[in-house]
Each structure stands twice: as structure tokens, then as C-alpha cells.
């Protein structure tokens, strides 16, 4: 899909120009004009952006072709941005779609391409023909509401693992079974996946944010350094995060272990409970005994008796003696 915006300051922006109105768009002074790609093959495009934009081919190449971390370019006349941003994918909050912006700006326009559409820039895009101060400001200006909506979008997430952490060390000590360990390890990836995003992405914005970018003015660099500022808030919040789902780990592989000895523990007294009954039932099951003439002890009820209070007496009597000793 192929979307141009175009703003003078006399008229109200519009966004039916064709790719062919765009040499003509660009040379209107005090303009505005805004060319958004969204997934569209880098073989189509690039005649296009070295044509009327005059962008080198490796920084095309960059754009349309190769997945790169946050990365800023100064290629003089026009910067080259790659800014990620971050989505939910689907219900499960530990399954993140990582969402790519390439962005060309220069002195008076702003090309984007985007292999999937971000919401981010839908907003901004809306924003900049509901407000035509946006556009009067410049084409940086822009590029600042761009990079604080990416940055906003981030917020959502790292609350939602959040969340998701909450709940996981809540259902640690209810029901701790492999699907708990299974959520653990899907939100420690995702936050690995946040922190190759936000790491780079600071870098990205303290360029913009301390005049490595030729083409942003001074008096928009204060800007950058706000959404820094948030991005650099949100990148401690992540690995807060990080810590709290390690120990989250760590609380799991505890409870579980104290299960164990739990489940040992009791084997261990039945086991030793039974103990002096498999003895006294091996004992008189051995058939050595040869009873004397006439007598019926070793045989008799009143042996029999006797045994069974044994057997009954004796795991009474240790289990006692487990309980005084506090061993249960």
C-alpha cells in the first residue's frame, strides 16, 4: 500500500496525490509531504526513493531490504531512522510481534516504510491532517510524535508482563505444575526480545536527542530528549521485570523442591512405620519352630494376640516418637 499526505500552509492536507505528483509536491516551499510504504516490494520502490528523493542505495537497501536493531544514519541532506516498536500477538501477553519502521526524514518531507502496519503510525498520520500545526512545524516535529507513539506503544506491554509475572507467582504457590514453568519461560523470552529493542532504540534517540542528525533543528532536540527520557524508563522497567520473573524461576524451583521432601518425607514414615511389621510378619512366617509335645503356644490364639498388639502398638509407638522428637 502507497499513502501520500501533502500540506502547504494555505490549503488542508491532502491525500489523494499519485506517485507521479510527488517530484511537483516536493517543490513547493513551506510544504509538507509525507510518502508511507507498507509492504511493498524493494524492487518497485527503489527507482522511486533514488529518483525523486536522491537516497543513496545502501541506506534504500536498508530500508526496504535487510531487518536491522534501532539504528540512526546521517547521510547529510536527509537521516535515516530504524525505529522498532512492540505489539501483544494474539491473547497471551508473553507472545510479542516485533514491528519494524524505516524512516527517511528530510528538510520538508518524511518517507516511511513499514513491512506491517503499526498503529503508532496510523495516529500520527491522522494527527498530522486533523492538525496543520503539526506540519508547520517541520518535518522533525513529526518525526518526534512518530518516535513518542513508538515508544508509547511499548507502555501496554511491559504492562501486561506485568501482569502476567502478578499472576504467575500467585498460581506458584496454588497450583505449581509445568504450564506455570512453561508461562516463566515465555515471558523471560519476551522480555529478552524488549530489551534488544529498547536497548538500541535508546542509542537511536540520543542521536536525535543531542544534534547527531544534521537535519533536526536545535530547537526540536529537546523533543527527543523526552521521549529518551520515556524510553529509558520503560527500559529499567523491563529489566525490574527481569529480575522479578528470575525470581519467579527461582520461588517455582523452591516450592517444587519443598514438595519433593514433602512427598519423601511422608514415604519415608510409612515406610518406617511398617518397618517393625514386615519384621514381625517375616519372623513368624519362618517355619523353624517345631512346637514341643503337646503344646500349642507357638500356634495358639494366645500368640496370635500378642502379635497383633505388637503390630498395632509399635508404628503407634514410633510415630510418637517421631512427633516428640519433631521430625513430622
Known sequence: MIRILHRTPSAPARTDLTIQDLPSALKVPDSFTWLDLVDEAGADIAPLLERDFGFHRLAIDDALVESHAPKLDDWGAYTYVNLHSVEVEGEHPAALRILEADIFLGQNYIVTHQRKPAPAMDRVWAAVIRDERLAQRGSSFVLYHLTDELVADVLPVVEALGNEIDDVEDRIFDSPDHRILERIFGVRRSLLQLRRVLGPEREVLAKLARGDARIVPEADRVYFRDVYDHLFRLFELSEGLRDLASGALDTYISVQS????????????????????????????????????????????GLLVIVLGLMVLLPLAMLGWMRRRAWM
Open 258 to 301: 519443598n514438595r519433593l521432601n514433602e512427598v519423601m518425607k511422608a514415604l519415608t514414615i510409612i515406610t518406617t512405620l511398617f518397618m517393625p511389621l514386615s519384621f514381625l510378619a517375616a519372623f513368624f512366617g519362618m517355619n523353624f519352630f517345631l512346637p514341643p509335645a503337646g503344646g500349642t503356644f507357638w500356634i495358639g490364639p
